[in-house]
C-alpha cells in the first residue's frame, strides 16, 4: 500500500474563512511534506515534519499553518488567504526524511481556489 | 544550491517506440537522490524511478529506466515501448541526502516535460 490520502479533492474558500487540509498516510512513514503546485509549473516545498517535528519551513507566510498531530496524519489550517494562493496542494510521505532508497509518495492533492 | 535542469518543455513519440526525457542536475553535495515522477492531468504525482548518488548501476522499473552519467550530471529517462497513457507530464527531481543540512530531504523539482504519445 502506497497511498496517501488527501481532503478535500477541491475547495473554494473566501479570503476570510478558515479552512484545513488534510493528509493521512498508513505506510509507517516518519517524514510527511506539504508542497504548493501552480498550474504548468514544478511544485515548491512548504514545509517537511520528520518524526512529528517541523523540520523545514521553506519561509511560508504565517496565514498557512502546518501541524503534525500524530505520524500517520498531516494537516495544513488557512487563514486569511489571497487569490494568488489559488493552488494545488501536494502532500507526500517518505519512510525518512532522506537517505537512500526513500522515495516520497504523493497525494491526489487538493485543488483550492481562493476567490 | 540544488538546481534541475529539464530542457524540453515538450516531447512527441509514437506508440510503442521508445522515447528519452532529458534531466541535469547541479550540486556540490556528495550524497543527493534522483527521482522522475508522473503527473497526469488528474494532478496526482506518481512515483516512478530512483536512483542514489551512490548506486553504480542505472536503475530500472519495467518499462522506465534511468540513465545515469554522474561525471556529466545526467539522469536521463528512458520510458521503453510508449503506450497511449504515458502522456503527461513527466518531472526530474533531486533530494538533498547530506544528513545534518539545512535542506537535508529537500525535494527540487525541474521545470517538467509534457510527453504526448501518438496512436
Known amino acids: 500500500d502506497t497511498e496517501v490520502t488527501q481532503t478535500p479533492k477541491h475547495l473554494v474558500m473566501g479570503m476570510t474563512n478558515k479552512k484545513s487540509l488534510k493528509c493521512e498516510q498508513h505506510m509507517g512513514h516518519r517524514a510527511m511534506y506539504w508542497y504548493k503546485q501552480k498550474a504548468k509549473k514544478p511544485p515548491e516545498l512548504m514545509f517537511v515534519?520528520?518524526?512529528?517535528?517541523?523540520?523545514i519551513n521553506e519561509s511560508v507566510p504565517s496565514r498557512f499553518s502546518p501541524e503534525c498531530p500524530n505520524s500517520s496524519l498531516l494537516n495544513l489550517h488557512l487563514h486569511a488567504l489571497q487569490p494568488e494562493d489559488s493552488a494545488l496542494y501536494l502532500c507526500a510521505s517518505s519512510q525518512d526524511q532522506g537517505g537512500w532508497n526513500t522515495e516520497a509518495f504523493f497525494g491526489q492533492g487538493t485543488r483550492l481556489t481562493v476567490v | 544550491a540544488q538546481k534541475i535542469t529539464q530542457t524540453q518543455p515538450g516531447m512527441f513519440v509514437q506508440e510503442k517506440e521508445a522515447v528519452t526525457l532529458d534531466c541535469t542536475y547541479d550540486?556540490?553535495?556528495?550524497?543527493?537522490?534522483l527521482f522522475w515522477y508522473k503527473q497526469p492531468s488528474s494532478g496526482e504525482m506518481i512515483f516512478l524511478i530512483y536512483q542514489g548518488s551512490y548506486d553504480q548501476q542505472n536503475a530500472t522499473e519495467g518499462r522506465y529506466s534511468l540513465n545515469f552519467q554522474k561525471a556529466r550530471k545526467s539522469a536521463n529517462l528512458v520510458i521503453s515501448a510508449s503506450q497511449l497513457g504515458d502522456s503527461a507530464m513527466y518531472f526530474c527531481a533531486m533530494r538533498d541526502d547530506n544528513a545534518g543540512g539545512t535542506s537535508y530531504g529537500k525535494l527540487t523539482f525541474g521545470q517538467g516535460t509534457i510527453l504526448t504519445v501518438h496512436p
Open positions: 550540486t556540490s553535495d556528495p550524497s543527493y537522490g
Open positions: 515534519y520528520s518524526y512529528e517535528k517541523l523540520s
